[in-house]
């Protein structure tokens, strides 16, 4: 699993014209899939997320993770992540999971992710045309895979 983490002020998903998830201040998390990824991945990435200090204290010093901040977690599919672009300059997408793999990864990485912030987190819409608006605070964006732990 590979996701991309933006520290916002804002953020939403909007499908067919009406917002279906909306966060103010937290994160916003683009995941994408493979078909080696399993519950350890979404175990270590959940984990990972909600634990990431990545939130100003009072000294200005971002030592504080998600849940101390209050914030809340918007969590987007985006199989684009797992591009390869190696040859020519169309991407190719094969290395990420088909949807029969990655529906399930990611319902189970939805349910992880509010267990591990003890609350209710706003997703997107798989497999839908999403338009996607946020406000990156800081600017703050981190990637991380869990196939090499970084």
């Known amino acids: 699993m590979r996701v991309v983490i933006q520290r916002v002020l ?3 998903v ?3 014209g009406s917002i279906i998830g909306q966060i103010q201040k937290g994160l916003m998390v683009l995941v994408g899939i493979v078909n080696e990824d399993g519950n350890s991945d979404i175990s270590w990435l959940s984990n990972k997320i909600v634990n990431m200090r990545i ?3 009072e000294q200005g010093i971002m030592n ?3 849940q101390e901040i209050g914030g809340d977690i918007l969590l987007v599919s985006q199989f684009t992540l797992h591009a390869s672009t190696k040859k020519g300059n169309r991407p190719s997408y094969i290395a990420a999971a088909k ?3 990655s529906i399930p990864l990611y319902e189970a990485m939805i349910k992880q992710l509010e267990t591990d912030l003890g609350n209710a ?4 819409k798989f497999g839908a045309d999403m338009k996607v608006a946020l406000i ?3 600017p703050v964006t981190i990637t991380i895979d869990s196939k ?3």
Request: avoid cysteine.
């Open 10 to 12: 804002e953020a939403s």
């Open 14 to 16: 909007t499908v067919d």
């Open 55 to 57: 939130f100003e204290d």
């Open 64 to 66: 504080k993770n998600v």
């Open 99 to 101: 949807p029969d793999i």
């Open 121 to 124: 987190i706003q997703t997107g």
């Open 136 to 138: 990156n605070d800081g």
């Open 148 to 150: 090499n732990k970084e």
